[in-house]
T-cell receptor, first 112, second 113 residues
C-alpha cells in the first residue's frame, strides 16, 4: 500500500514563481491536511479538508491556496513564492475528524 | 493557546537501556494525544494514540501514559535498539476543530550499539 504520496520530493523556486504540491492517499480517508515543518517550530497546519468538497484555513494559511480535487487528492498551491515559504511540507490524512495519522514523506521546498 | 514542550531536545543512550521521553502541555482540556516517530528525510509515523479518557496505550516495546491533570505524557521504550534512533514527537488535540492540534518540537533519540 502506498499510503500518502507527495510529489515532488524536492523543488527549488525563485521568488515570485508559482507551483503546486500534489498529494494523494489511497486509504479512502475523509480528512486531509497540509502542514509545514520548520526547525524549532514544530509542525504547523496550513489548510485542511474535513471531507471531499470542503477546505478550511489552519494556523498559517497566508500565501497558500488548496484544492480538494476528489476524495483521494488534496493539492497545495503557492501563487507567488517568498523566501519565508522555504520549508518542508507534509500532507497527511485520517479516517475521521481532527487528528492527522498518516503522513507522506514530505516535499522539501527552497525559495531563493 | 496550547503549548507543547518536549524535553530533552536530544538524548543518547546505550543499546538495551529502558528510556522515557517526556511531553508536557499547558491546556489540560484535550481530546487526545498522539506520539509519532520521524526518521530523517521521512514523514511522521503514528506510534500510539491516547484518547482523553484513557490513561495509557501499549504497542510492543512502547508504552505511552497520559496524566491530564498534570499536563504530562510519557513514552516508555523498553530494551532500546539502534533501530529506535529517530525523532519522537507528541501532538495534542484540543476540542474545537482541526486547527487545534499542537505539535511539540520533538526529542531526537540516538541509541548507541
Amino acid at each position: 500500500n502506498a499510503g500518502v504520496t507527495q510529489t515532488p520530493k524536492f523543488q527549488v523556486l525563485k521568488t515570485g514563481q508559482s507551483m503546486t504540491l500534489q498529494c494523494a492517499q489511497d486509504m479512502n480517508h475523509n480528512s486531509m491536511y497540509w502542514y509545514r515543518q520548520d526547525p524549532g517550530m514544530g509542525l504547523r497546519l496550513i489548510y485542511y479538508s474535513a471531507s471531499e468538497g470542503t477546505t478550511d484555513k489552519g494556523e498559517v494559511p497566508n500565501g497558500y491556496n488548496v484544492s480538494r480535487l476528489n476524495k483521494r487528492e488534496f493539492s497545495l498551491r503557492l501563487e507567488s513564492a517568498a523566501p519565508s515559504q522555504t520549508s518542508v511540507y507534509f500532507c497527511a490524512s485520517s479516517p475521521g475528524r481532527l487528528t492527522p495519522q498518516h503522513f507522506g514523506d514530505g516535499t522539501r521546498l527552497s525559495i531563493l | 493557546k496550547q503549548e507543547v514542550t518536549q524535553i530533552p531536545a536530544a538524548l543518547s543512550v546505550p543499546e538495551g537501556e529502558n528510556l522515557v521521553l517526556n511531553c508536557s502541555f499547558t491546556d489540560s482540556a484535550i481530546y487526545n494525544l498522539q506520539w509519532f516517530r520521524q526518521d530523517p528525510g521521512k514523514g511522521l509515523t503514528s506510534l500510539l494514540l491516547i484518547q482523553s479518557s484513557q490513561r495509557e496505550q501499549t504497542s510492543g516495546r512502547l508504552n505511552a501514559s497520559l496524566d491530564k491533570s498534570s499536563g504530562r505524557s510519557t513514552l516508555y521504550i523498553a530494551a532500546s535498539q539502534p533501530g529506535d534512533s529517530a525523532t519522537y514527537l507528541c501532538a495534542v488535540a484540543n476540542s474545537g476543530g482541526y486547527q487545534k492540534v499542537t505539535f511539540g518540537t520533538g526529542t531526537k533519540l540516538q541509541v548507541i550499539p
